[in-house]
């Protein structure tokens, strides 16, 4: 719904992106979206997006995992140890056993 939302109004830009997304947050993901906005200033849209889905969807299958792997990207004020953290809880989600070669690809 939100997509189309995004496509009627044509918006392109990004940030004008994230600050549509963020408006529509309500009561307790709002709050989520207002911290993590505050940490990961630089997050592009499609990295939200990734992100907003790990707290509050289910992950199908390891297409999507491996497609989240692929965009995310460690925030400018973000330590690397919350990066890696980030990084690891999403390389769990895949069915198999992740190993530290998966992780040293992906971070």
Do not use: P, S
């Not at 307790?28 to 907003?52: C, D, P, R, S």
Request: glycine share 4%.
């Amino acid at each position: 719904m939100f997509w189309k939302a995004i496509q009627a109004n044509g918006e392109k830009q990004d940030i004008d992106i994230v600050n549509m997304f963020c408006l529509t947050l309500r009561n307790t993901i709002l709050k989520w979206g207002e911290n993590l906005m505050q940490f990961h200033q630089g997050y592009i849209f499609l990295e939200l997006e990734v992100t907003f889905c790990k707290c509050y969807c289910i992950v199908q299958n390891n297409e999507q995992v491996y497609m989240a792997l692929k965009v995310i990207k460690q925030g400018n004020n973000e330590k690397v140890e919350v990066y890696y953290e980030r990084n690891l809880k999403l390389a769990n989600c895949l069915q198999h056993k992740v190993n530290d070669n998966l992780l040293t690809t992906f971070f």
